[in-house]
């Protein structure tokens, strides 16, 4: 494998991780233990900030302009259950759109920095 090449392009770049996105949040609006975090949440627009959240987190453009993780996440309460569900939901799609266990790991990584940031 080429060192020298992104997460972001060896995952297919922005395709990809476009369809990463969308499947992930079909998985977490279809459970019904995450869904009410999204009541009332524009998911055109969430989507959008994930997929440049995603790809910076991969190595690609540096696009994403959304608040900070913590500043977005604030006064939702969101538990450290369902970060972890959430975690382990993006990592399933990713790993099924054909992402390698050092992609995998590296977003793992990411998943565990941010988590204190995200969930209360």
């Known amino acids: 494998m080429d060192t020298n090449v992104s997460f972001y392009a060896r995952i297919g770049a922005e395709p990809a991780v476009t369809e ?27 989507k959008l900030h994930m997929i440049a959240l995603l790809s910076q987190v991969l190595g690609g453009p540096e696009g994403y302009s959304g608040r900070a993780l913590r500043l977005a996440h604030a006064g939702l309460d969101i538990t450290r ?26 977003v793992r990584a990411v998943l565990a920095a941010t988590a204190d940031d995200i969930a209360a």
Do not use: K
């Open 81 to 106: 259950e369902h970060y972890d569900l959430v975690g382990a939901y993006l990592v399933g799609v990713l790993a099924g759109l054909g992402a390698d266990d050092e992609i995998l790991d590296a």
């Open 20 to 46: 990463a996105v969308d499947r992930l949040y079909r998985v977490v609006l279809a459970d019904d233990r995450l869904s009410p975090y999204f009541d009332g949440v524009d998911i055109a627009q969430l």
